[in-house]
């Protein structure tokens, strides 16, 4: 989207790079991501939107979208391979070829509405894997989103459809401010002020997310691992640590463990100071592998 944008590829470039420097083989399995077929989209975003994105590909250069969006020859091309990783991972998953997994996908999804490409988001590929968990003959499932940014998309898409519940914590008041005065039984929102430090953080959610879960009690659970609302993070004002996103994922391997037989998909979303989100995803995916 531009060299000077923070949604660029040194992102992936340094979560891989600290991937193959571990020694996580024994662990770790990694796959590519196949390209969604872009029919599929039509589960979750009509098809005059997806018209309209690709109409508004351009041949070279850049097209804005919003403000702060920008789409490139290759950018539609990129989410429909993010969103065929979730889809991919939530099948090896369900197949019980891994235990749990974490797509490391750009660009992000959770801002995506159903007909709004937004906050640097063309589709949602969470809603997108978790719709097709549904259609797999799952009965409930949980979205989990830690992003500092609302997953206003997610609850735009879900709002009425009581067998998906969307967690989402975030800093309020802020970006994007759509969505997020949402009250139904199927979706818990955790407000979180600016300066929110870890004590806060850890029990705000344990409180809210745990009673949402015990409800609910999903047989398989999506996150939107947002990991800017790290101290560091340059577009946020929440003050979590590395461990923090440790603490936050064994708490919903718990969960899974508990009510979803362990059944995980963990979609990679914000992040922008790239040591800060190298340091969190390894905390992830550490805590992913137990």
């Not at 979730?86 to 995506?112: I, K, M, Q, S």
Request: charged content about 20%; glycine content about 6%.
């Amino acid at each position: 989207m531009g060299s000077h944008h923070p949604e660029s590829p040194r992102r992936l470039a340094a979560i891989n790079a600290m991937v193959r420097e571990r020694d996580w083989d024994s662990q770790l399995r990694t796959a590519a991501a196949p390209k969604l077929n872009s029919a599929h989209l039509a589960t979750v975003h009509p098809k005059h939107h997806v018209e309209a994105l690709l109409a508004l590909t351009p041949t070279e250069g850049l097209v804005a979208v919003d403000g702060d969006t920008l789409i490139n020859p290759f950018s539609v091309a990129a989410s429909l391979h993010a969103a065929g990783a979730a889809l991919e991972a939530t099948d090896r998953v369900v197949d019980g070829t891994v235990d749990n997994a974490f797509c490391a996908v750009r660009p992000p999804g959770h801002h995506a509405e159903s007909i709004a490409a937004m906050g640097f988001c063309l589709f949602n590929s969470i809603a997108l894997a978790a719709d097709y968990a549904i259609a797999q003959g799952f009965g409930r499932v949980a979205i989990l989103d830690f992003d500092v940014h609302h997953g206003n998309g997610t609850v735009e898409i879900f709002q009425h459809r009581p067998e998906v519940l969307v967690c989402s914590s975030f800093q309020y008041p802020f970006y994007p401010g759509r969505h997020d005065r949402v009250r139904r039984p199927n979706i818990c929102l955790t407000p979180l002020p600016a300066g929110t430090d870890s004590s806060a953080f850890r029990t705000a959610v344990e409180r809210d997310w745990s009673a949402a879960l015990q409800r609910h009690r999903p047989e398989m659970i999506f996150i939107s691992a947002g990991f800017d609302a790290h101290r560091q993070d340059p577009f946020g004002g929440l003050h979590l640590e590395d461990d923090d996103f440790s603490w936050v994922t064994r708490f919903i391997r718990d969960q899974a463990q508990r009510y979803a037989g362990g059944r995980i998909v963990s979609l990679l979303e914000g992040g922008y100071h790239i040591d800060a989100l190298t340091r969190s995803v390894a905390a992830h995916l550490e805590a992913l592998a137990n």
